[in-house]
């Protein structure tokens, strides 16, 4: 199974602030790898897929990248609106479908 | 939109049998999976089925207590969850397609006695 570690696990940081949050892969999973946010008490967003495609209504102020086994997802400049968990997941390989432990993002 | 139900309380060893309806958009042409999410805990994958219900897969803490299943007709998704566990307690959501870019509110199922 593909194991997908994030860090960091926990992230402090500031509205304007730009964070970056790494996703590595046990082994090469090329780019199918998405990228959900979520709120307490809701169900994840979907945000970014293959890696580094933003989906149709998220802010640009979000983008991926990497492939292979390091995935990046930065923020460009933090809204109070995303202080949230992120998670990344892999498809390339499945199954399982696998998600990452997740980063939760707070304001600083 | 996916709405979930069927969710409870159910006692270790009992079953529970979720239901997902699906509309808004051709539920047919889309593989979907059903995601669990523990208190307090990550997001965990429990099983997936294909559009034509030809494929399925599940995780290896539920397979042979799990069965997934769809009903085209009725755009509706299910899981048939059986040998319940303490562990099994969280909020599943129904969602669509490997990139899950659609996803119900969840419903809770809890296992005590």
Redesign the interface.
Known sequence: DIQLTQSPSFLSASVGDRVTITCRASQGIRSYL?W?Q?KPGK????LI??ASLL?SGVPSRFSGSGSGTEFTLTISSLHPEDFATY?C?Q?NS?????????TRLEIK | QLVESGGGLVQPGGSLRLSCAASGFTFSDYEM?WVRQAPGK????VS?INSRATTV????SVRGRFTISRDNAKTSLYLQMSSLRAEDMAVY?CVRG????V????TTVTVSS
């Open positions: 998405a959900y979520q169900a994840p967003n979907l897929y293959a989906r998670y997941q498809l499945y199954p399982p479908i696998t998600f990452g432990q997740g | 999976s990550g997001l965990e994958w997936y897969y599940y995780a290896d959501y490997n990139y899950m870019d996803w119900g509110n969840g």
